[in-house]
């Protein structure tokens, strides 16, 4: 037979005793097995169970070698593994050594059956060694990654008008409100103006005519006005020309009329195109509007405004809500209070012309707050900010048919001189109207910061007597001085 048929006769006996591995974990039990020591099957007929071959298997792990030793025989197989793209093995080189002479070519097949399977066992198992070893070496990276932990900056939200936190978050970017509030004598104490819960945040007062002074409330919140405010009164161009900075909603009760050489309310509100609600012409299905006779005065002193309403009737007016970011003035705060000059004011009189009256303010050490009882009631504000215009005095001729001329004070909204007060403290300062908002510097140009709180507007006249006096006790001390 030649030593092809013979290899072939190998072959396919090694095929036919071949098992069937059912599953990985079988096969590497098995593998396992043959490892560490493996008995091939002798045929005692022809070895007469004398020639029984023992063969042990062993890996040497540094020199990365399959060793099969028979110690009876000396027979020994030496495998080199060598790694296919597969991950298999084969043995680069099977070496035999037999003193036995005597046997036969049946046992040499057997021999070499038993061996061939000794070695592919052999390279199964060092196969899933390695391949064991590679899974380890290669573990997969956790898929779930710890979170990313990041601080994001902490948003105050502040009112715009005050600086004050605690804001509604829904008024955030909402147009304010300013309602006009007489203050004749007979209209004092205004219903609202000490509203502990939802004061104003800014009050103007400037002269209007025949000397009196009339007041422009403004809310940032709509939603949150006083149950009732007021007496409300009619317009006025000076004051709808300063709601205009702050890209207010105007609320009034009437207005003045053009005629000569007056320009009125009716036609800056035309000119400006300006959103307002006026309760001579409003149809007030809601109740927005009435009049308060609790108080023994005339019926131009008790109309009043009910706060709770005006969200309502500005949604049924289907005003723009969302503030123009461009016409809306963002006064400067500090984040903590502090003195805003160093000269001390703790007694401040202010004049808004020669025709008028002096609104006197007293700074209180307790609340940090001053305090005005002009008003016949306590009225406070955290700051100060007095602003001196060129006004002018404008006559209306025949004013209601009466044959006599009424006269307006006329503001020209030109900018100029003022000072701020707050914290027991005053400094002066300069403002413009700059793109159609209000801005406040120091005597160096610098913006001006306020205090966190209310704001008292006094509106004076450059031109016409406006003034003030700070009547504190330190600037009398140094008075005496000198």
């Given at each position: 037979?030649?030593?092809?048929n013979e290899i072939d006769d190998i072959l396919n006996e090694l095929r036919s005793k071949k098992e069937p591995?059912?599953?990985?974990?079988?096969?590497?039990?098995?593998?396992?097995?043959?490892?560490?020591?493996?008995?091939?099957?002798?045929?005692?007929?022809?070895?007469?169970?004398?020639?029984?071959?023992?063969?042990?298997?062993?890996?040497?792990?540094?020199?990365?070698?399959?060793?099969?030793?028979?110690?009876?025989?000396?027979?020994?197989?030496?495998?080199?593994?060598?790694?296919?793209?597969?991950?298999?093995?084969?043995?680069?080189?099977?070496?035999?050594?037999?003193?036995?002479?005597?046997?036969?070519?049946?046992?040499?097949?057997?021999?070499?059956?038993?061996?061939?399977?000794?070695?592919?066992?052999?390279?199964?198992?060092?196969?899933?060694?390695?391949?064991?070893?590679?899974?380890k070496e290669k573990e997969p990276e956790p898929t779930t990654k710890a979170p990313v932990t990041t601080t994001?900056?902490?948003?105050?939200?502040?009112?715009?008008?005050?600086?004050?936190?605690?804001?509604?978050?829904?008024?955030?970017g909402k147009r304010p409100v300013a309602c006009v509030v007489e203050n004749a004598y007979a209209a004092r104490?205004?219903?609202?103006?000490?509203?502990?819960?939802?004061?104003?945040?800014?009050?103007?007062?400037?002269?209007?005519?025949?000397?009196?002074?009339?007041?422009?409330?403004?809310?940032?919140?709509?939603?949150?006005?006083?149950?009732?405010?007021?007496?409300?009164?009619?317009?006025?161009?000076?004051?709808?020309?300063?709601?205009?900075?702050?890209?207010?909603?105007?609320?009034?009760?009437?207005?003045?009329?053009?005629?000569?050489?007056?320009?009125?309310?009716?036609?800056?509100?035309?000119?400006?195109?300006?959103?307002?609600?006026?309760?001579?012409?409003?149809?007030?299905?809601?109740?927005?509007?009435?009049?308060?006779?609790?108080?023994?005065?005339?019926?131009?002193?008790?109309?009043?405004?009910?706060?709770?309403?005006?969200?309502?009737?500005?949604?049924?007016?289907?005003?723009?809500?969302?503030?123009?970011?461009?016409?809306?003035?963002?006064?400067?705060?500090?984040?903590?209070?502090?003195?805003?000059?160093?000269?001390?004011?703790?007694?401040?009189?202010?004049?808004?012309?020669?025709?008028?009256?002096?609104?006197?303010?007293?700074?209180?050490?307790?609340?940090?707050?001053?305090?005005?009882?002009?008003?016949?009631?306590?009225?406070?504000?955290?700051?100060?900010?007095?602003?001196?215009?060129?006004?002018?005095?404008?006559?209306?001729?025949?004013?209601?048919?009466?044959?006599?001329?009424?006269?307006?004070?006329?503001?020209?909204?030109?900018?100029?001189?003022?000072?701020?007060?707050?914290?027991?403290?005053?400094?002066?300062?300069?403002?413009?109207?700059?793109?159609?908002?209000?801005?406040?510097?120091?005597?160096?140009?610098?913006?001006?910061?306020?205090?966190?709180?209310?704001?008292?507007?006094?509106?004076?006249?450059?031109?016409?007597?406006?003034?003030?006096?700070?009547?504190?006790?330190?600037?009398?001390?140094?008075?005496?001085?000198?």
């Amino acid at each position: 037979m030649s030593k092809q048929n013979e290899i072939d006769d190998i072959l396919n006996e090694l095929r036919s005793k071949k098992e069937p591995q059912s599953n990985q974990k079988k096969a590497e039990r098995k593998a396992d097995d043959f490892f560490y020591s493996f008995t091939p099957p002798v045929d005692k007929a022809t070895s007469g169970g004398k020639n029984e071959q023992v063969f042990n298997i062993n890996f040497d792990h540094e020199n990365k070698q399959h060793r099969v030793e028979n110690n009876n025989s000396g027979f020994k197989i030496i495998s080199d593994p060598v790694v296919k793209k597969d991950d298999s093995f084969y043995p680069n080189e099977i070496y035999t050594d037999s003193s036995n002479s005597q046997s036969t070519k049946d046992g040499k097949k057997k021999i070499i059956i038993a061996v061939v399977a000794v070695v592919l066992v052999a390279a199964i198992a060092a196969g899933v060694f390695f391949a064991l070893s590679k899974n380890k070496e290669k573990e997969p990276e956790p898929t779930t990654k710890a979170p990313v932990t990041t601080t994001q900056p902490v948003v105050k939200i502040v009112n715009p008008l005050t600086g004050e936190a605690d804001y509604n978050e829904s008024a955030i970017g909402k147009r304010p409100v300013a309602c006009v509030v007489e203050n004749a004598y007979a209209a004092r104490p205004q219903w609202g103006i000490d509203d502990s819960k939802n004061a104003a945040d800014i009050i103007l007062e400037g002269e209007v005519e025949g000397g009196e002074t009339r007041m422009l409330w403004f809310y940032a919140d709509y939603t949150a006005l006083p149950s009732q405010i007021g007496p409300m009164r009619s317009a006025r161009p000076p004051y709808i020309k300063f709601s205009e900075l702050f890209d207010s909603i105007f609320i009034h009760w009437g207005q003045s009329s053009s005629r000569g050489g007056y320009i009125g309310a009716d036609s800056v509100f035309k000119n400006d195109n300006v959103d307002h609600i006026n309760q001579m012409t409003y149809s007030d299905g809601i109740g927005l509007f009435g009049r308060d006779k609790s108080r023994a005065v005339s019926s131009e002193h008790t109309g009043v405004l009910y706060g709770d309403k005006l969200a309502k009737a500005i949604e049924k007016a289907e005003f723009r809500t969302d503030a123009d970011k461009n016409k809306y003035t963002q006064f400067s705060f500090n984040e903590k209070e502090k003195p805003v000059g160093t000269s001390a004011c703790t007694e401040l009189g202010f004049t808004f012309s020669s025709r008028t009256k002096t609104r006197d303010w007293t700074y209180s050490e307790t609340d940090k707050m001053y305090h005005c009882n002009d008003y016949l009631t306590d009225v406070s504000r955290k700051n100060l900010l007095m602003l001196y215009d060129e006004t002018a005095y404008i006559a209306k001729n025949n004013y209601k048919g009466s044959g006599r001329a009424e006269i307006y004070c006329d503001y020209k909204l030109s900018g100029g001189k003022g000072k701020l007060a707050s914290l027991g403290t005053i400094t002066e300062i300069t403002w413009t109207v700059e793109n159609g908002l209000l801005v406040i510097k120091d005597s160096n140009g610098k913006k001006v910061n306020l205090n966190p709180g209310t704001t008292w507007i006094g509106y004076g006249s450059s031109n016409n007597g406006g003034t003030d006096k700070n009547t504190s006790q330190t600037e009398s001390t140094s008075k005496n001085e000198q």
